[in-house]
């Protein structure tokens, strides 16, 4: 099992750049692939982006090229940075292990027009 926990969200303006980090618990973080997501209120969670135990990244089209995912393993942390973020980018950003099944208590992003 893992624990996870996200940090570093925030209000940002419309423009700017935040880099969420997701710290994890356990020693299955290793193995595990790596998922952000978010949700915007009375919308559907929405899959951004995965990094494999590896470091092999994979993007949603809606974030392609705006949002970066890493990870340091020696840290058992994943990181989100996001850059060009528009209001529509307001949401609660969650990171999930897959394997592990396991999802973060999520942090608030918030861009202001």
């Known amino acids: 099992q893992v624990q996870l926990m996200e940090s570093g969200g925030g209000l940002v303006q419309t423009g700017g750049s935040l880099r969420l980090s997701c710290a994890a618990a356990?020693?299955?973080?290793?193995?595990?692939?790596m998922g952000w997501y978010r949700q915007a209120p009375g919308k559907q969670r929405e899959f951004l982006g995965t990094?494999?135990?590896?470091?092999?990244?994979n993007y949603a089209d809606s974030v392609k090229g705006r949002f970066t995912i890493s990870r340091d393993n020696a840290k058992n942390t994943v990181y989100l940075q996001m850059n060009s973020l528009q209001p529509e980018d307001t949401a609660v950003y969650y990171c999930h292990a897959i394997e592990s099944r396991s999802w973060g208590q999520g942090t608030q992003v918030t861009v202001s027009s």
């Open positions: 990094v494999t135990a590896s470091g092999r990244t």
């Open positions: 356990g020693s299955n973080f290793r193995i595990n692939t």
